[in-house]
């Protein structure tokens, strides 16, 4: 569509019906801008127009906040085509129109996918991944994909050769996390409407909890992971990140669903129907019953920091007073690693899989050759000759029998003290410890929990739980056990509408939408 039949088509769908506020594409919500397409105060291309606006102003200039890794260069043309089918017939779908950031691990076809490492720079994947595909079908547009930590290896900061580091919009010399934080960053920032992360150990949670957001790591097994350039596939999970819960569930309800090319979606088949997730927000917290894990963020020589400690009193009173019983006598029977575990899977054996399976299209062959190459960043130096120094052992090998029977211990644990209390799910802070400082990560300082819902497989969401008096946000986990994610929306949509903690970074403040006079 040519730019002024644009215009001329948004202004005569603009005069129809009464007259509405001018729309704020800032902190908007899935439901918002469908009911701005229906009564014709907002248009696809005038959102993704904004949004593009948006990236310009705040990525690269005003705040730097180095999110975006590259941009759909088709977008606008999609989102014209989105608009044509709208008037045609409506909505195309549940994501209608909506802009979603993706994290740069996730197959994009032709168009360039890196994983942040600068050895797979120029790979350009010959087919969508399975998440993008779905997307895609429920009327979605793939509007950018965002920067990440080389190869999804470094969990504290988001940084690469190829990009540098991305900066958190609360504050600029706090990290945002990783090894999804390019997403969580453009989320906040309102870059696009929701997005994508991978989690494998806390990379879509903890970021989303350091930029006041909602993010879900689902079931192992609930959404595919196929089309994703792995980082250990007896973990690795893509989900959803969204500034709100009903977002968050929308774009999880496309997620889920078999897929032949991930058999751990094999469970899938054998159900008679597929769940709404959204269905379970709104059903307030009378009856719910929630364990407080402060395992979670016990041990070693990190005490919850005061700040966060506060905060998290003061959630727990407010899921007391939503209904909950909240009940403070956790405590889950530990399991020890099991030695020769490490073996199963793991960066090398998966990425040297996934590399092989791509042929030629792939810049290198395999970690070894990434190694070698020395295009990788200092910071996931160690992790990468550690990792490719394993023997590394796949499906069938005693390494992995081994470490599904960790996984099933760790979970078997978690299930007993859950049915004993007769717990709905479980909370905790989503980090221990304030987001640190750019001039200063240290990884034993941190303070992320990583070993309950990723040893077990089990779904964990993290919610906005507030702020500290330094304007640094801080996340609240909720964990259940496998496919129980409408328990964790259920309790998560709750305590989200009864508190309202997500509040936007001042650093990248609202601009005028460019939608046109509605007036």
Request: aromatic share 6%; glycine share 8%; proline share 6%.
């Amino acid at each position: 569509m040519s730019v002024i039949r644009y215009v001329i088509f948004s202004l005569a769908a603009l005069s129809l019906g009464p007259a509405y506020p001018r729309f704020v594409v800032e902190e908007t919500t899935i439901g918002q801008v469908h009911a701005a397409f229906q009564n014709h105060t907002l248009t696809c291309r005038a959102l993704v127009d904004t949004y593009l606006a948006r990236i310009a102003r705040y990525d690269h200039q005003g705040p730097e906040l180095n999110a975006i890794a590259s941009i759909n260069p088709l977008a606008q043309t999609e989102a014209a085509r989105l608009d044509k089918a709208f008037a045609e017939r409506g909505l195309t779908g549940p994501l209608h129109c909506v802009p979603v950031i993706v994290k740069d691990n996730i197959q994009t076809a032709g168009w360039e996918t890196t994983a942040g490492s600068l050895a797979l720079k120029g790979f350009i994947p010959d087919r969508d991944a399975t998440a993008i595909t779905r997307l895609k079908a429920a009327g979605a547009i793939i509007l950018a994909k965002s920067n990440m930590s080389d190869l999804a290896l470094n969990a504290l900061a988001t940084v690469n050769l190829i990009q540098g580091a991305t900066r958190n919009p609360y504050a600029l010399n706090r990290v945002p996390a990783g090894s999804s934080g390019g997403t969580a960053v453009a989320v906040a920032a309102n870059f696009g409407l929701v997005g994508l992360g991978t989690d494998t150990g806390n990379s879509v949670r903890g970021p989303a909890a350091h930029a006041s957001l909602v993010g879900i790591r689902p079931t192992l097994g609930l959404t595919s992971r196929a089309g994703l350039i792995p980082l250990d596939m007896q973990s690795d999970a893509i989900g959803p990140m969204a500034r709100t819960v009903e977002d968050a569930a929308m774009v999880l309800d496309v997620l889920v669903g078999h897929d032949p090319a991930d058999p751990t979606t094999e469970v899938l088949r054998q159900w008679p129907t597929k769940p709404s997730m959204l269905a379970a927000a709104g059903n307030g917290l009378d009856g719910i019953r929630i364990g407080v894990l402060r395992q979670a963020y016990q041990g070693g020589n990190l005490r919850l920091d005061p700040q966060i400690a506060r905060v998290f009193a003061n959630a727990l009173n407010d899921l007391e007073s939503l209904g909950a019983e909240v009940v403070d006598s956790v405590s889950i029977e530990f399991v020890p690693n099991v030695p020769g575990a490490e073996a199963c899977h793991g960066l090398k054996y998966d990425l040297n899989a996934y590399l092989a399976a791509q042929g030629a299209r792939a810049p290198v062959s395999s970690l070894a050759a990434i190694i070698a190459s020395g295009r990788f960043h200092a910071s996931v130096a160690d992790d990468m000759r550690a990792l490719n120094a394993i023997n590394s052992e796949g499906p069938g090998s005693q390494a992995c029998r081994l470490a599904s029977d960790y996984r099933e211990a760790v979970a078997g644990a978690l299930s007993d003290e859950m049915l004993r209390l007769h717990l709905d799910v479980l909370v905790y802070p989503t980090w221990s410890q304030l987001p640190q400082m750019t001039s200063k990560i240290v990884l034993e300082e941190a303070g992320q929990s990583l070993r309950f819902a990723t040893a077990s497989g089990f779904p964990a969401m993290t919610v906005p739980m507030g702020f500290t008096p330094d304007a640094l946000p801080v996340g609240l986990s909720f964990l259940s056990r496998s496919w129980s994610e409408i328990s964790l929306i259920r309790v998560g949509y709750a305590y989200e509408q009864a508190t309202r903690h997500r509040r936007p970074p001042v650093l990248a403040p609202p601009i005028p939408c460019l939608c046109g006079d509605i007036r």
